[in-house]
């Protein structure tokens, strides 16, 4: 299973979207505490409201409650990290526990230290400070799934049609 983490997240609306990133994809999210927001506030459901009654996700108070017992790859990104994200593999035959930190911060440092080799960047601007938060899960998680041959997603539209432009 492909699973995102958020690591004391702040901004209602990032979580938002993530959460709707997260449903589509058919991610697990896990949420460390402390949030900076309220997860019954009316702009996190706002953002990810078609979809919140699908998303499987779990609340952790902490980082400690969270990575106990749990086992498979871990893929932190961090703008600290030494190796560029295009330098990961995901491995499909584990549980995959893909790490964002908190918008102001990120990570941990020591938590960082601890998993140093799977630590990595998102290439970009050599000035630039950071990418939205939830961009770099869309960009992490899609990358993933790509690897990982995007397991039972459609790949047609099913909604309106396969056939929905030829009908124009």
């Known amino acids: 299973m492909i699973n995102i983490v958020l690591y004391e997240p702040e901004i209602p609306q990032n979580t938002g979207n993530i959460m709707r990133t997260c449903s589509v994809f ?23 409201l078609d979809y919140i009654s699908e ?3 779990t609340v952790y108070k902490n980082w ?12 932190f990104f ?12 995901f491995d499909k035959e584990k549980d995959i526990y893909m790490v964002f930190g908190k918008e102001s911060t990120g990570i941990d440092k ?25 961009n770099c899960v869309a960009i992490g ?14 790949d047609r539209e099913v909604i309106k049609g396969e056939d929905f432009l030829l009908r124009c």
């Not at 058919?26 to 990810?48: A, Q, T, V, Y």
């Not at 409650?65 to 790859?73: A, T, V």
Request: hydrophobic share 35%; with cysteine.
């Open 26 to 48: 058919e991610m697990k999210l896990h949420l460390i505490e402390p949030l900076g927001f309220s997860l019954d506030e009316k702009h996190l459901k706002r953002c990810g």
């Open 78 to 89: 961090s703008r600290y990290a030494l190796k560029s994200f295009n330098e990961c593999v």
């Open 55 to 57: 998303l499987d996700y």
């Open 141 to 154: 998680a899609y990358e993933c799934l790509r690897q990982t041959g995007f397991g039972d997603l459609s």
């Open 110 to 134: 020591q938590i960082l230290k601890d998993h140093l080799d799977e630590c990595y960047r998102i290439p970009m601007r050599k000035n630039a400070r950071s990418l939205n938060l939830s």
């Open 64 to 75: 400690d409650e969270f990575i106990k017992d749990k086992e498979g790859q871990f893929v």
